[in-house]
């Protein structure tokens, strides 16, 4: 019977190991795939157990925090916006059925707190729960409430804020926003309010025309390819034949010869196309790319909550080889398309001497025990134009803020330097189809000597202009941040 | 060498207090308020109890297996743990069991030293083991849970009739095979190439497999019927050496099972869920489904003690349900790990391989058969429920010995255990003597 014996443990052995087989299928090969199943409410219930770090202002604000409901076992967190809507953007939300967005979703590993296997087996050996971590962020809470009151007032766009030496984002605002303790109960209704998007984050999705902000890029590329000096000047008529069409000044306003600076304070049409012209199509790409249009801004938003700034045809960006009408890109018509971000980065590489830092919301990370494990080393992005270039665009940005469009955007004792925009945006849909529509911008910053702030305020489905709606955003954002800085 | 034995036991009982005590901790660790030195506590108690046994088998028992004990406390540690990890009020009560289990363990040793005589007996523990089976369906005493009838409650007393049954069984089978395996080898003769047993001898035989048909009719539960009639096979296999056999015996119960399944709703819901759990995900799948779920939670080495979901959290609705009797399997899979669970398998084949060892250095038929039946149908009662949770084969409500919660499972693989060292004793201590020195008994 010894024999029949020795095969009977033969047969089990045989059988624990298909155990083993399975057990492993189910725990680790196939784990992914089950995780993902519908059917699976586990990875979601794990979640809500875990407690998500808090997201601070730069002063300490709590924009976001997780309470514990219940307890013991059956503790589990939700998500409280104390601030409401005013950190809609850039914050976002994050709940387990309804997920994560904006900066909620980018820095979800570092506020869930997950750490390496190896670390994390440590932790259960010491029987430490996971938690998260706080991040403190940029943003200036007073700057961030005057943007979005005055945004309120002006009509629905956006306001960005770059430190420009460090790249630190101090507002993100977008109007209108939406409350994200609301997300839960509403998140559909949010999603199917097509009149006012309000999910839609403006300042990094609002993809817009530039109008004459745009000319800042363009007298870039002609200063620093060396096309023009200060002292060139080109003989600006009051209309220009463009590819069978006329291109105007406003009021159709005759010139002469003039030079960059005049040029730029009366924001003068066929000066900047005759420039831009001169340029070429290849330098003006080139200069546009190194302040970061054609790719998705280096921000820390999820890369498709955020989108790239170009000349778009089709919901496609055109390159340099395809057939595009530069006179008329030059002063920031055509078809480009432009974020408030993008915008915010030009004036901010300007303002740093010509180099571009990225820019960046978060500025520390804090484990759930106060110790600062991360902090934000501003990093340079590109360095688009030399610092003499800089300088000079400083100088006429200036001369517009002082004697021209844009005087809206002075701030008394303090030199501004800034550009208008006013694109005009007649027939379009979502302004309701108006004739009289515009998209008012104004970019700029402040102290023009040594700047402390650089800013992107824009509205759209406006007939006002850049000067009436946009600068005295820009002044009062600028002022309070200003001040609070000291 | 008769303490040099025991010594071996009371050394590998170190460990399993020592898991134990860090088991508690853990689970004391997690819910951070009460940590104390209460855990070691609990270890301490265990272990006082694990040595009171193992001082007891070293006067009654000097020579049985040194291993299965510790092994089993290994099992019996490790279940106390999950469960109190699940609910502290029913670690108690299955504490309270270990002891009964024990108290059980100790006078089966005590008065079953001669099991011969339960040869003498075979055909009332027959008849006795089938009445338990039958129970549950009796009127007044006979319980159905979740489909089965599995349990039977006469007044305060609750238990599940099966697991005692299945010893019962396994003793008669033992006992009957060991006269009749001559004859069953020797009368059988080949009828189209297939060697089949004599016809008279076969009666007994097939009255089991009638038996084990019976179950899926009367008491559903299709793992019980696998449980027995597997073991039924093994010892017919060990007994006669014919394969035949086990084939015919297998062709018949699937042959069985088939119709059954297609005919007995229960049973049939069974089959269906198992072969397609994603069909009614919230509702007859949920528990397999989520059983899987807890599983693929796990990983390699888990969420940690004390770390996994059983309930929905804010609620009191089950996540993975009978967390601590059916599924528990799936719990250790998720909160150990592959790595735990492979732990768990290789503690139940060290325990097949220690009863098989038994069954190799038995002298006797009767011990030979005893042993390699008991050993059997524990091991096939662990495939059948880890089997069921991982979706080898369809789940049914078999405990996992030792481990599950339960007082019938654990006090009757107490029993078992008894009975396997008492097996183990004799034949070590025969083995021990010089050749020849005593009269070979039996063949």
Redesign the interface.
Known sequence: ?????????GL??V??A???G???Y???F??QA??E???????L??Q??IKRGRILAADGTVLARSVA??H?????YVRRYPEGALYGHPIGYSFVRQGNSEFEQYHDGELVGNSS?LSS?LD????KRQEGNDIVTNIEPEAQRVALSDLKEAGFGAVVAIEPRSGRVRVLASNPSYDPNRVPFELSKLNENEVESPLLDRATQGQYPPGSTFKVVTAAAGLDSGTITPETTIDAPGELDVQGQPLQNDFTASFGPITLDTALTNSVNTWFAQLGEQVGPETLFEYMDRFGFNSTPAIDLPEDQVYASGIFEGGQLLGRNDPIDIARVAIGQERLAVTPLQMAEVAAAIANGGSLMKPQIWSRVVDPDGRVTKRLEPSQYSRPIGKQTAAELTTAMEGVVSEGTGTNAAIPGVAVAGKTGTAETPFNATCGGGAEENQAWFIGFAPADEPKIAIAATVECTTAFGNDVAAPIFRDVAETILNEGG | MRSGVRNRELLALVPVALLLSAGFAAVFAQENARLGNLSLVYGAYFLAVCVATHIYLRLRLPDADPYLFPLVALLTAFGLVMIYRIDESLARDQANWFVLGLVLFALTIQFLRDYDVLERYRYTIAVVGLLLLLAPRLPGIGQQVNGAYLGVKIGPLAFQPAEFSKICIVVFLASYLREHREVLIVGARRVLGVTLPPLKHLGPLLVVWGASMLMLVFIRDLGSSLMFFAAFLALLYVATGRFSFVAIGMALFLVGAWFFASTVPHVHDRVEIWLDPYHDPIGSGYQILQSIFAQADGGLFGKGFGQGLITIPGTHAALLPAAQTDTIYSLIVNELGLFGACGVILIYLLIAARGFKIALLADDGFSKLLATGLTAVFSIQAFVIIGGVTRVIPLTGVTLPFISYGGSSIVANFVLLALLLLVSDRARREAALPRGALAMEGT
Do not use: C, H, Y
């Open positions: 019977m010894n024999r029949q014996i020795v095969k009977l443990f089990i052995v059988l624990f298909v155990l083993i399975f057990t492993s189910w725990s680790v196939d784990a089950l995780k199943k519908e059917a699976n409410k586990r990875p219930l794990e809500q157990q409901k219940g013991g076992a059956s503790r589990r296997e087996i259960q050996l010491r029987g």
